[in-house]
Nanobody
Framework: QVPLAESGGGLVQPGASLRLSCASS????????MGWFRQDPVKGREGVSC????????YYADSVKGRFTASRDKTKNTVTLQMDSLKPEDTGLYYC?????????????????WGQGTQVTVSS
């Protein structure tokens, strides 16, 4: 289990941007495939994005393609999710997750470690 902690959520208006970060203490996130998920009461837990190790292949759900960008910051040992042009349907509790697997597979059972989540609310 890799301890993970998300930050950066908040309440924003439609069209705004947010930048989520996922950090770990004691584990180098560069050596894991990292994913972002979001959960809401209606749709359940949805895989949003992934960046694989070691190839750096990225995955984005169709609903966020062109608006969200996942990246690694090796100097800070963090993984970030830049979210632009936010929509009300992006509202949810956002989790980062880690796996020792080397592919972006989004079923939650594939992922070994989860953070506690950070709330993103997009509303006017």
């Amino acid at each position: 289990q890799v301890p993970l902690a998300e930050s950066g959520g908040g309440l924003v208006q439609p069209g705004a941007s947010l930048r989520l970060s996922c950090a770990s203490s004691g584990y180098t996130l560069d050596y894991y495939t990292m994913g972002w998920f979001r959960q809401d009461p209606v749709k359940g837990r949805e895989g949003v994005s992934c960046i694989s190790f070691p190839d750096g292949v990225t995955y984005y759900a169709d609903s966020v393609k062109g608006r969200f960008t996942a990246s690694r910051d090796k100097t800070k040992n963090t993984v970030t999710l830049q979210m632009d042009s936010l929509k009300p349907e992006d509202t949810g509790l956002y989790y980062c997750a880690a796996t020792s697997g080397n592919q972006c597979q989004m079923p939650p059972s594939y992922w070994e470690s989860w953070g506690q989540g950070t709330q993103v609310t997009v509303s006017s």
